[in-house]
């Protein structure tokens, strides 16, 4: 079933097979879900991952899709939480028409809510995500055990000149898309059967970021970097030095700047954006999963 610019898909309402390690919450007033995977039976919770997907994808791709990363960190004893967008996944509003700045907001209320289960809350974002997760640490530091950011967009800070004409053209076209050169899917990730998968997904947008998106994310960048000298959580980020969707410089000096003295950039040579589908991932999670791992035991 084709999804429109403007419904979220029929079956939103179903969801997964219900289970009894999900559930799933929503945050007024968007209405946006937040979905819930416990740890299986047997496997003693030791800590909450909350996940956050990038842009044009969903939490739910990551069941099957980023080496089925959700299944896994249950199976090592991590409960995980993840937000779908506004306009994303079974969320309302729009396809693709998320605010970045309600986004942050999102984030923060998920995060709340999880630390109320009393168990360490890491931090894992993905492209746009890992923005978004930038953005909550930037806006609340505390309670926070471990920052995961996955091939994160964080490009340089934007001008007030530069800003404030961004926010006028997003005023008149909000829904325009920046007329960006889009990298061609191939570059997405190494493994081909996943771009076939996604390029059939009825719940991934395929289409651009708009003026409306670009203007709310320039924001939460320029938080971001006006506040790397008062980041003190721990941090791994990990990045593809082949990644033509988020540069890996950027991230390379966000990490040098971070006052955090527990941080490192775990760089795969060749690698694309989405690491977790690469050919052979097993590398870069078991290195993701370990570095959380020892920091709960720290």
């Not at 890491?122 to 746009?128: P, Q, R, T, V, Y």
């Not at 001008?159 to 990298?183: D, N």
């Not at 506040?227 to 988020?246: E, F, M, Y």
């Amino acid at each position: 079933m084709a999804v429109s610019e403007t419904d979220v898909p029929t079956d939103a309402s179903a969801g997964p097979v219900p289970s009894t390690t999900y559930d799933r919450f929503t945050i007024a007033p968007e209405d946006v879900v937040v979905h819930k995977w416990s740890c299986n039976a047997g496997t003693p919770t030791s800590a909450v991952v909350v996940l956050q997907h990038g842009f044009g994808e969903y939490a739910e791709r990551y069941i099957s899709s980023h080496y089925k990363l959700i299944p896994k960190l249950q199976a090592e004893g991590f409960e995980v939480w993840a937000l779908d967008f506004y306009g994303h996944g079974r969320s309302p509003g729009d396809r693709g028409m998320v605010n970045v700045v309600m986004a942050v907001r999102h984030h923060l209320e998920v995060r709340k809510r999880a630390t109320e289960r009393g168990l360490p809350v890491f931090l894992f974002g993905h492209s746009l995500g890992g923005l978004v997760t930038a953005g909550s640490v930037t806006s609340s530091p505390d309670d926070i055990a471990g920052v995961v950011l996955s091939s994160p967009v964080l490009p340089a800070a934007m001008s007030g000149l530069g800003q404030a004409a961004l926010q006028v053209v997003a005023s008149i076209v909000p829904k325009t898309k920046v007329p960006l050169p889009r990298p061609p899917l191939d570059e997405l990730c190494h493994d081909r059967e996943q771009v076939r998968i996604l390029m059939e997904d009825p719940l991934k947008y395929k289409s651009g970021i708009s003026f409306s998106v670009a203007s709310t994310a320039v924001k939460v960048v320029n938080l971001v970097w006006a506040a790397v000298d008062k980041w003190t959580a721990p941090t791994l980020a990990i990045h593809g030095t082949a990644d033509s969707r988020a540069e890996h410089r950027q991230c390379q000096s966000f990490v040098d700047k971070i006052a955090s003295q527990d941080k490192e950039l775990f760089s795969i040579e060749g690698g694309y954006h989405e690491l977790l589908n690469a050919l052979e991932p097993e590398e870069t999670f078991r290195h993701v999963v370990e570095w959380l791992h020892s920091r709960i035991a720290s």
